[in-house]
C-alpha cells in the first residue's frame, strides 16, 4: 500500500502489534529495521523503549553518487552484481555482507562464471521499489527522530561493522538525550542477527536486565521518584 518507506513500514507493524494485543513493547531493530524501530517510538505507538542494531542514523544513502563504492556495494550485496570489480571491490574494503540470501546466490554464480571463462555474473530480482528506496531521502530522517525520541535509545553495533563506527555511536551519546547505553557484539560485523545472533541475544538480555535491576532498586529506594 504505501511501498517501502519506512513510515509505511512502521504502520504495518504498529498494525500488527495491535492486532496481536500487544502494548508499550520494548522495540528492537535491526539496520533498517532499526530506523523502523525508531519511526514506531517517535509518536505512532507507545513504546517502553527502542534497541537499534547496527544502524547509522545520520547516514543518508540518498546523498551516495550512483558511481560510488558503496552504491556498488548495495548493488552487489542486494541485487547481486554483474561486475567483477563490485564485488572485488566490496571485499577488499572488508565491507560488510548485509545479505545473506544474496551472497549465496553471488559466489556459486562467480564460481561458475569463472570457470566459464565469464566476465559477467547474472543478476539477482529486486523489487525496483527498494531501489526507489535507497535512493529516496528520508523524511523526517531517523536523526532527528532520535534528538526528540520520549523514551530510551540503547545501542548495538558490531564489532567490526563497517556501518556504525565507535565514532558514530559516541556522537549518539552526545546527541540523543535519551541515549541509555550502547553494546558491542564481537566476532560480527553488520550482519550481526546472521554473523553472531547468540552474541546479539545477549547483548539484548544484558540491556533488559540492567534495566530490570535499575526498576528494582529504583522501587526499593523511596528516595527515588
Keep these: 500500500t504505501g511501498g517501502y518507506s519506512v513510515t509505511s513500514m512502521a504502520q504495518v507493524v504498529s498494525a500488527e502489534l495491535t492486532a496481536q494485543g500487544i502494548s508499550n513493547p520494548v522495540l528492537v531493530g535491526h539496520s533498517l529495521g532499526a530506523k523502523v524501530a525508531v519511526r514506531l517510538a517517535s509518536g505512532m505507538m507507545q513504546a517502553e523503549r527502542v534497541v537499534t542494531v547496527d544502524m547509522d542514523p545520520y547516514f543518508d544513502v540518498s546523498t551516495i553518487p550512483e558511481d560510488s563504492p558503496l552504491e556498488h556495494h548495495i548493488d552487489t550485496l542486494i541485487t547481486g552484481s554483474d561486475r567483477f570489480e563490485a564485488l572485488a571491490l566490496a571485499i577488499g574494503r572488508n565491507l560488510p555482507f548485509v545479505n545473506p540470501l544474496a551472497l549465496a546466490t553471488i559466489l556459486p554464480a562467480l564460481a561458475e ?3 566459464r571463462g565469464d566476465r559477467v555474473l547474472p543478476r539477482v530480482a529486486l523489487d525496483p521499489e527498494i531501489k526507489t528506496l535507497l535512493r529516496q531521502r528520508e523524511t523526517p530522517r531517523t536523526a532527528e527522530l532520535l534528538s526528540t525520541i520520549g523514551v530510551p535509545v540503547h545501542v548495538v553495533r558490531g564489532a ?3 556501518i556504525l563506527s565507535p565514532e558514530t555511536t559516541a556522537q549518539i551519546a552526545r546527541e540523543v538525550n535519551a541515549f541509555a547505553g550502547a553494546e558491542t557484539v564481537t ?13 546479539l541475544a545477549m547483548a539484548i538480555a544484558s ?10 532498586n529504583s522501587a526499593a529506594d523511596p528516595a527515588v521518584t
Excluded: D, K, M, W
Aim: no cysteine; hydrophobic share 40%; net charge neutral.
Design 187 to 199: 566476532q560480527a560485523g553488520h550482519a550481526i542477527p546472521f554473523e553472531n545472533p547468540q552474541g
Design 160 to 162: 567490526y561493522s563497517g
Design 207 to 216: 540491556i533488559l536486565a540492567r534495566v530490570a535491576r535499575n526498576t528494582e
Design 113 to 115: 562464471a569463472t570457470a
